[in-house]
């Protein structure tokens, strides 16, 4: 499995950003995919989560101002971020579960797959994207 995230960079206050991650490696689709974070000093959180029917879930420190989104064929993953705070300050990374995993849209979330290990945990991280808030 291959994730690949970029645009992260420096932004003001209340301004926005879209982040873009691309999967490659599973023969077959991950039906549920998701954006995690790390602010410095801090655990990695998750921040959204999507799965393949198109139903989503968030952090309640997200919700109404980011929007993850998928392409078709859930090769790329999108998180488009408004209102963004210093709070928000972060190193992003995309996360993809195997495959025949998740296959229930509730139990995609990002919660499950931050805690979940065995056959559906996450097998890897990509490089992630950095995210700077300026105040």
């Known amino acids: 499995l291959r994730l690949v995230e970029s645009g992260g960079g420096s932004v003001q206050a209340g301004g926005s950003l879209r982040l873009r991650c691309e999967v490659s490696?599973?023969?077959?689709?991950?039906?549920?995919m998701g954006w995690f974070r790390q602010a410095p000093g801090k655990e990695r959180e998750g921040v959204a989560a999507?799965?393949?029917?198109?139903?989503?879930s968030y952090a309640d420190s997200v919700k109404g101002r980011f929007t993850i989104s998928q392409d078709n064929a859930n090769l790329t993953l999108y998180l488009q971020m408004e209102s963004v705070g210093p709070e928000d300050t972060a190193m992003y990374y995309c996360?993809?579960?195997?495959?025949?995993?998740?296959?229930?849209?509730?139990?995609?979330?990002?919660?499950?797959?931050?805690?979940?290990?065995?056959?559906?945990?996450?097998?890897?991280w990509g490089q992630g994207t950095l995210v700077t808030i300026l105040s």
């Open positions: 490696g599973y023969t077959y689709r991950s039906h549920c």
């Open positions: 996360a993809a579960a195997p495959p025949f995993c998740y296959i229930d849209p509730p139990r995609c979330g990002i919660v499950a797959m931050i805690t979940q290990t065995g056959l559906c945990g996450l097998e890897s």
């Open positions: 999507i799965h393949s029917d198109g139903s989503t």
